[in-house]
């Protein structure tokens, strides 16, 4: 490891120090040689086990230094490529997996973590390297196959998203996420009834994102049908800024080539 090294070199350099003025360390040299040896060893496992706990930015400063200290840990490499994803920064998530992987090519998560970063950061095509060799290695893990409709879907293969889709919801029924994806992905093809249809059954579950049962508004105002669908949207939002999202929707249908000309703008 590349600090290693210094860590030794310090130490070693204290204990020439000591002999060679054949005396006990003094106060100073113990605190120096506790400090070398704190900031370069590992928090302790309770430590690592209950920093969950805290907030996430908490989060992202612990695993931000444990990987410091050592970014052949692959704990501390899979933790910090994780929490920097929840925190939006895709780009760092995926670099600091992808390095961990070349340490640790079979392992499951990094992979996973990998594709999914990647794939938020609208890198599609380096995404399905990893998800793949994930769903090898496990190939009940329905969030690769999650992600890995997403990148099919970004790189406009709707048949193929639609089949990792499947697969995903074989492994997790009635899941409210791969179910508004789905209907998504039918949107995208074209097919506004079996969009609905799948939307309709991920907001029927009792965990179901708002952005299920906004999609599912878009849905209906794409087939004309504002009322259900300004009803739909004001669940989540305030009645204003659903009727100003339909009414966004009904100008889209009714005006397409102003729509296109302000897309352009």
Request: proline share 6%; charged share 20%; net charge neutral.
């Amino acid at each position: 490891m590349r600090i290693a090294p210094l860590f030794c070199y310090a130490v070693l350099g204290l204990g020439l120090l000591v002999n060679g003025c054949a005396t006990a360390p003094t106060p100073q040299e113990d605190s120096l040689k506790s400090t070398l040896v704190r900031d370069i060893a590992p928090q302790t496992r309770e430590a690592r086990e209950t920093i969950g706990r805290q907030d996430v930015l908490t989060q992202a400063a612990f695993w931000a230094k444990e990987y410091d200290k050592n970014p052949a840990d692959k704990e501390a490499a899979l933790a910090l490529a994780r929490i920097v994803r929840t925190l939006g920064n895709p780009e760092r998530a995926a670099e600091v997996a992808s390095q961990a992987l070349t340490l640790y090519p079979k392992d499951p998560d990094l992979l996973l973590v990998a594709g999914q970063a990647f794939v938020e950061n609208a890198q599609a095509a380096n995404a399905l390297d990893f998800l793949r060799s994930a769903t090898v290695i496990d190939p009940t893990n329905w969030r690769a196959h999650l992600a890995m409709g997403v990148a099919y879907d970004q790189l406009e293969k709707p048949v193929q998203a639609r089949a990792a889709f499947n697969r995903a919801l074989a492994l997790q029924p009635d899941n409210p996420g791969i179910l508004s994806n789905l209907g998504l992905n039918y949107a995208s093809d074209g097919d506004l009834t079996m969009a609905e249809r799948y939307l309709r059954q991920a907001v029927a579950q009792p965990n179901a994102p708002v952005q299920a049962r906004q999609n599912l508004a878009l849905i209906l105002a794409l087939q004309g049908r504002f009322e259900a669908a300004n009803a739909m949207a004001s669940e989540d939002l305030p009645m204003t800024q659903a009727s100003k999202n339909i009414d966004m929707v009904r100008a889209m249908i009714v005006r397409p080539k102003r729509w296109e000309m302000l897309r352009d703008e």
